[in-house]
């Protein structure tokens, strides 16, 4: 199995609140990603890195930032957190994004976050 | 950009072949089709991708259409195991275009 690790794993917090998600990888694979995942939504793409401070927006990135200072953390933060982001949010990882073999994400456990 | 049509859900009896289809009549011909599965509770996991042939893992079969507009998952024996949402994307070579999962079929296994 990959080397995907994410912190908290459950996180109860309070409209307006600061959060951040720490996802960490022990592969050195260049991309990371972070996803949510509703309810008849599938997934979503919110963020993704390319390297080591290098980012760009996704699908459904309002209300949420992201950083890379090191190649092996991405950290997800939702400066204000709203109830319309309680979702599962899950970290992937892959070595490019070329469609070929070594374009497979392989995804972390999964962060569960509700705003109440 | 492409994207994909699949049952919302499909059941199987145990141990019995399943065809899980998926239709991209837009694909172009640089477009990779993968599947991944997400079991409960689980992350998404890569099953297996092609890009015109069939292909062959240890999880599963992958078939395509001579046409490259449809293709099916094939699980050659079905356990309970294999409950899960089942996930046909399609990945862009050069282009680097976002995993648009949609929401899969979710495969029932009847014991």
């Known amino acids: 199995d990959a080397g995907i690790t994410q912190s908290p794993r459950h996180k109860v917090t309070e409209t307006g609140t600061p959060v951040t998600l720490r996802c960490h990888q022990t592969?050195?694979?260049?991309?990371m990603y972070w996803y949510r995942q509703d309810p008849g939504h599938g997934l979503r793409l919110i963020h993704y890195?390319?390297?080591?401070?290098?980012?760009d927006k996704g699908e459904v990135s309002d209300g949420y930032s992201v950083s890379r200072s090191k190649t092996e953390d991405f950290l997800l933060t939702l400066e204000s957190a709203t109830s319309s982001q309680t979702s599962v949010y899950f970290c992937a990882i892959s070595e490019s994004r070329d469609g070929t073999s070594t374009d497979t994400q392989y995804f972390g456990p999964g962060t569960r976050l509700t705003v109440l | 950009d492409a994207k994909t049509t699949q049952p919302n859900s499909m059941e199987s009896n145990e141990e019995e072949p399943v065809h899980l289809p998926c239709n991209h009549s837009?694909?172009?011909?640089?477009?990779?089709i993968h599947w991944y599965r997400q079991l409960p509770s689980q992350g998404p996991e890569y099953v297996i991708h092609?890009?015109?042939s069939n292909v062959n893992n240890r999880m599963a079969s992958l078939a395509i259409a001579e046409d490259r507009k449809s293709s099916t998952l094939i699980l050659h024996r079905a356990t309970l195991r294999d409950a899960a949402v089942y996930y046909c994307?399609?990945?862009?070579?050069?282009?680097?275009?976002?995993?648009?999962f949609g929401t899969g079929t979710s495969l029932t296994v009847i014991p």
């Open positions: 994307i399609l990945r862009d070579v050069g282009t680097g275009n976002q995993f648009y």
């Open positions: 592969e050195n694979h260049r991309y």
């Open positions: 092609g890009l015109t």
């Open positions: 837009t694909i172009s011909g640089t477009d990779y």
């Open positions: 890195s390319y390297g080591v401070k290098d980012t």
